[in-house]
């Protein structure tokens, strides 16, 4: 089964940078697709980004758009979100996910999730 396990969260003020990293384990292939959700309190949970099996391309949802830049390195085992110019509501839990087919909310395999908290 494949692992993935968050790191990177933490406490940044209105304007900083924040960087995420996901450590996969246990896989049997180098092509799947990595999604980076996540979840307010009391909110649902929303997609952020797709990262296709091949990595060269990414897809964002609107609010994240040339603030936040997924990407992976297959030799490290290691998925990325590079999060900048952060603001008070990206603030909420991060959680990346994989699948070999595509992106979706059920993904066959889910990290615990990072806590991302923006505020000043």
């Known amino acids: 089964q494949l692992q993935l396990v968050e790191s990177g969260g933490g406490l940044v003020q209105p304007g900083g940078s924040l960087t995420l990293s996901c450590v996969a384990s246990?896989?049997?292939?180098?092509?799947?697709?990595i999604a980076w959700f996540r979840q307010a309190p009391g909110k649902e949970r929303e997609g952020v980004s797709c990262?296709?099996?091949?990595?060269?391309?990414?897809n964002y949802d609107d609010s994240v758009k040339g603030r936040f830049t997924a990407s992976r390195d297959n030799a490290k085992n290691t998925v990325y979100l590079q999060m900048n110019n952060l603001k008070p509501e990206d603030t909420g839990v991060y959680y990346c996910?994989?699948?070999?087919?595509?992106?979706?909310?059920?993904?066959?395999?889910w990290g615990n999730g990072t806590l991302v908290t923006v505020s000043s």
């Open positions: 246990g896989f049997t292939s180098g092509y799947y697709h």
């Open positions: 996910a994989a699948d070999e087919t595509g992106c979706y909310y059920g993904m066959a395999y």
């Open positions: 990262t296709d099996h091949s990595g060269s391309r990414s």
